[in-house]
Nanobody
Framework: QVQLVESGGGLVQAGGSLRLSCTASGSIFRINAMGWYRQTPGNQRDWVATIRSDGRTDYADTVKGRFTISRDDAKNTVYLQMNSLKPEDTAVYYC?????????WGQGTQVTVSS
């Protein structure tokens, strides 16, 4: 059984920063890609960023230059450093990890950016 636990969400003013974390636990043999997605009420879950096992990263255009994804394989953890936050970044953020060739999701963490 594999579980992902997220932390780091909260309320922040526009222009501020937050750092999200997502740690996997359980029977883990290999973790490939790790990523972050976000979702607002009534909308689909949108991709935010991905980091591959070789360290290569990709970002959605809406967050490029403001968000940074990183990973610590020794801790089975993926991070999302979010800077210069905007009200439109308000959403529930979900982490995703490809573990043992299956996709697993975190429980979601709320990020609210006030104007």
């Amino acid at each position: 059984q594999v579980q992902l636990v997220e932390s780091g969400g909260g309320l922040v003013q526009a222009g501020g920063s937050l750092r999200l974390s997502c740690t996997a636990s359980g029977s883990i043999f290999r973790i490939n890609a790790m990523g972050w997605y976000r979702q607002t009420p009534g909308n689909q879950r949108d991709w935010v960023a991905t980091i591959r096992s070789d360290g290569r990263t990709d970002y959605a255009d809406t967050v490029k230059g403001r968000f940074t994804i990183s990973r610590d394989d020794a801790k089975n953890t993926v991070y999302l450093q979010m800077n210069s936050l905007k009200p439109e970044d308000t959403a529930v953020y979900y982490c995703n990890q490809e573990i043992n060739w299956y996709d697993y999701w975190g429980q979601g963490t709320q990020v609210t950016v006030s104007s």
